[in-house]
Nanobody, 128 residues
Framework: QVQLAESGGGSAQAGGSLRLSCSVS????????MGWFRQGPGKEREGVAT????????FYADSVKGRFTISQDNAENTLYLQMNSLKIEDTAMYYC?????????????????????WGRGTQVTVSS
């Protein structure tokens, strides 16, 4: 019954910023790991950033390090992705995902296939 819902997507100019949100509902336990993934035109879905809730650790794809920041609110019911210095290649459908079982490898390596719960996605379009 766990449901994830992304919001905050839209259009932005290169160099601009956007903040994505992912609300979690229907669950009685806090996710072990939550992450943001994206799929651009003609590309495979890839991990962007993950948040290890218990330890507060974060992991980022090399392509977004220094530009994107993943965080979670105090109530642990909303996940955020602050995207700064946006590039045209950041254009993609962004998905929120969660896993409720212990698996450090899945979280740190952002193994897409291991995340059982997904949102429907929110489109991010970056233009010059």
């Amino acid at each position: 019954q766990v449901q994830l819902a992304e919001s905050g997507g839209g259009s932005a100019q290169a160099g601009g910023s956007l903040r994505l949100s992912c609300s979690v509902s229907g669950g009685t336990l806090s996710p072990y790991c939550m992450g943001w993934f994206r799929q651009g035109p003609g590309k495979e879905r890839e991990g962007v950033a993950t948040f290890y809730s218990s330890g507060g650790s974060t992991f980022y794809a090399d392509s977004v390090k220094g530009r994107f920041t993943i965080s979670q609110d105090n109530a642990e019911n909303t996940l955020y992705l602050q995207m700064n210095s946006l590039k045209i290649e950041d254009t993609a459908m962004y998905y929120c995902a969660a896993i409720f079982t212990y698996n450090t490898w899945t979280c740190s390596q952002m193994v897409t296939a291991d995340f059982p719960y997904w949102g429907r996605g929110t489109q991010v379009t970056v233009s010059s």
